[in-house]
């Protein structure tokens, strides 16, 4: 079992930055593959970034050149980089850890941009 703690959400004026954090309660394998999804009200949840193992990292068109999803290995932790932030980022934040056919989640952080 993997445990994710996400940290760092928070209310912000569009524009505004913030920096989500995921901290693993195990180490984080070169082999997972780590993501963040976000749900807003009424939506179903939707991929926002995620990093691969090997590849391309993955971004969603509605936040490319403003989010940047990194691992730090060494603290067990995956961040989320939000620039620009835009009312519209406005959800629940999750963090997603795939490994092989097990997939684990965190129990989501709060972001709202208001205009």
């Known amino acids: 079992q993997v445990q994710l703690v996400e940290s760092g959400g928070g209310s912000v004026q569009a524009g505004g930055s913030l920096r989500l954090s995921c901290a693993a309660s195990?180490?984080?394998?070169?082999?997972?593959?780590m993501g963040w999804h976000r749900q807003a009200p009424g939506n179903e949840r939707e991929l926002v970034a995620r990093l691969p193992s090997g590849g391309t990292t993955y971004y969603a068109d509605s936040v490319k050149g403003r989010f940047t999803i990194s691992r730090d290995r060494a603290k067990n932790t995956v961040y989320l980089q939000m620039n620009s932030l835009k009312p519209e980022d406005t959800g629940v934040y999750y963090c997603?850890?795939?490994?092989?056919?097990?997939?684990?989640w965190g129990q989501g952080t709060q972001v709202t941009v208001s205009s």
């Open positions: 195990r180490s984080i394998f070169s082999t997972d593959v």
């Open positions: 997603n850890l795939v490994r092989g056919v097990r997939s684990y």
